[in-house]
Nanobody, 116 residues
Framework: QVQLVESGGDLVQPGGSLRLSCAAS????????MGWYRQAPGKQRELVAT???????NYANSVKGRFTISRDNAKNTAYLQMNSLKPEDTAVYYC??????????WGQGTQVTVSS
């Protein structure tokens, strides 16, 4: 069973930066696509960014140029570097793993609040 544990969420001022981490258990991290999603109050969960096992990245238009997704297969960890944060980035951020076997796993979420 895979477990995903997010960390790094915090309260930050507009224009600030945060780095989220997602640590995965198990041995299939390197063979999985990792993703970050977010859900704001009263809204549906939405894709933020994904990175394939080969390193190909994809971003939501709303975060392009501000957020960077990366992964360290040696540490079984995915990251989301968030710069130039805006109040509309406030949400619970969830880590997602999609394995080559078709299984999908979610973390418990970490709160990001952007406010002055």
């Amino acid at each position: 069973q895979v477990q995903l544990v997010e960390s790094g969420g915090d309260l930050v001022q507009p224009g600030g930066s945060l780095r989220l981490s997602c640590a995965a258990s198990g041995s299939i991290f390197s063979r999985s696509t990792m993703g970050w999603y977010r859900q704001a109050p009263g809204k549906q969960r939405e894709l933020v960014a994904t990175i394939t096992r080969g390193g190909t990245t994809n971003y939501a238009n709303s975060v392009k140029g501000r957020f960077t997704i990366s992964r360290d297969n040696a540490k079984n960890t995915a990251y989301l570097q968030m710069n130039s944060l805006k109040p509309e980035d406030t949400a619970v951020y969830y880590c997602n793993m999609a394995t080559i076997f078709g299984s999908v796993y979610w973390g418990q979420g970490t709160q990001v609040t952007v406010s002055s």
